[in-house]
């Protein structure tokens, strides 16, 4: 082993040794008190004082790092579902494999970017534009140009997303009992077979 390779170089936000820089983690703990202000209080009410204080830093920090809250609402709302990674050639495989992504992922944040992006387009229309835009790239695009030349394939792609933003949504944020209750296990279950229709192609589909 090369002393190079016994002190790899440092990453973006970190220094020599590996430690995250002091300006990379004020950063982060702005992020994580704006996500958490955006998705209790909504993008109105949330307020730069309240996320300072929440992040332990002045509202000059938060500006000087963010600009505006407009900007770091955008940045704090920023998510990424792995599409490609999560399909296989099986629809069923596939649906299941981006539902329990999701799940999985709100039920271990809470104060997931969606949560916050969500809960604010409620009273935002800026939000709003915002959700709109990240569920067609994030999701509906590619779930389309997956079902190729179907023409229907966009509608298909928007049903999957918007019922899986409805599982979601009532069972982290609304909270509704029975789901909120339930085994992930029952919901994927009981869901994933009527998404699965969605997924599969009219040419794959067995003859009537």
Do not use: F, I, Y
């Given at each position: 082993m090369?002393?190079?390779?016994?002190?790899?170089?440092?990453?973006a936000g970190t220094t020599a040794d590996g430690r995250?820089?002091?300006?990379q983690r004020t950063r982060r703990r702005i992020l994580e008190a704006a996500r958490k202000q955006f998705a209790q209080s909504g993008f109105e009410r949330a307020t730069i004082r309240a996320i300072a204080a929440d992040a332990g830093v002045d509202k000059a920090s938060v500006i000087h790092y963010f600009g505006t809250k407009q900007e770091l609402f955008r940045e704090a709302a920023d998510w990424h579902i792995p599409v490609t990674e999560l399909t296989t050639d099986?629809?069923?495989?596939?649906?299941e494999n981006y539902l329990r992504y999701m799940l999985t992922s709100w039920s271990?944040?809470?104060?997931?970017?969606?949560t916050a992006l969500l809960r604010a387009s409620m009273t935002s229309e800026e939000a709003a534009a915002l959700l709109r835009e990240r569920v067609t790239e994030q999701a509906v695009d590619p779930v389309a140009?997956?079902?190729g030349d179907d023409p229907d394939?966009?509608?298909?792609?928007?049903?999957?997303?918007?019922?899986?933003?409805?599982i979601a949504t009532h069972r982290y944020v609304l909270r509704l009992p029975d789901l909120a209750a339930a085994d992930l296990t029952d919901v994927l279950r009981v869901s994933v077979p009527v998404l699965r229709e969605l997924l599969v192609r009219p040419d794959d589909r067995p003859p009537a």
């Open positions: 090369t002393s190079d390779d016994a002190h790899p170089p440092p990453t995250e820089r002091k300006g099986d629809p069923g495989q596939s649906v271990n944040d809470p104060d997931t970017p969606m140009e997956r079902l394939a966009r509608l298909r792609a928007a049903l999957v997303g918007a019922m899986m933003m409805g």
